[in-house]
């Protein structure tokens, strides 16, 4: 069985996205009764030759896509791959798709409309849609231990799915927990925001970056255009 997975985060092999998803990989790996074929592509250093790629994907089995929620959406030569694929319609029949998404923000709500894209996505591509991993407030992970809790789901979650192709719904939830904040905790974010508490690490980029002063620029406001 061939598993190709491609890494589609711009941090290519630094990312948090390929933390995690090494760990679903590893259960899955772990569980397969017969050692799997598992290829991994960091796409961010394969944008020249997307059709080698589209022939990797030919011949594979399964198939996952892992990657941060970028811009409300996805990385942009992620989207770019994707739309080379519409020259495999047809092709992709029988394959099956598999996303693994996460995000900085605390609360995996912020990727469900990612992910009800993704399942149409696959439809359209004629492919098979085997599932959607998401979780938050993952920034940062590629420096946890991998004893971590959530590692562990991980990769229980890849020893059921190489078992029974299928992601457990259970673990899917524990994974995605917290899906929303509770109350007194947003509460307590909306008092130290209006305190200026939680802007610092992006003070300190626009700083860096000679763009402090621009902060409040609104360059697309027609009230705000220069005269």
Known sequence: MRLLVFNASPRGARSNSLAIIKHFLEGFEYSSREKPDIETVNLINERDDYAALREKLL?????????????????GFLMEFFETLILLKGALS?????????????????????????????????????????????????????????????????????????????ILGEIANPEKLPRPVMLIASVLGRMGLMNGYWKKQLKKNGAYEKRHARPYDPTHLPR
Not at 59 to 75: E, G, I
Not at 125 to 130: E, I, L, N, P, R
Not at 132 to 160: Q, S
């Open 94 to 170: 029988g394959k099956e798709f598999l996303f693994s998404i996460q995000c900085g923000f605390p609360e995996t709500l912020n990727l469900r409309p990612l992910e009800r894209y993704l399942v149409r996505l696959t439809g359209k591509f004629g492919a098979a849609y085997a599932g959607c991993i998401c979780r938050g407030g993952m920034e940062g992970t590629r420096y946890m231990p991998a004893d971590a809790p959530i590692f562990r789901k991980y990769r229980e979650l890849g020893r059921i799915y190489a078992e029974t192709g299928k992601l457990d719904p259970g």
């Open 59 to 75: 011949v594979a089995d399964r198939v996952v896509f892992a990657f941060p929620l970028y811009v409300d959406s996805m990385p």
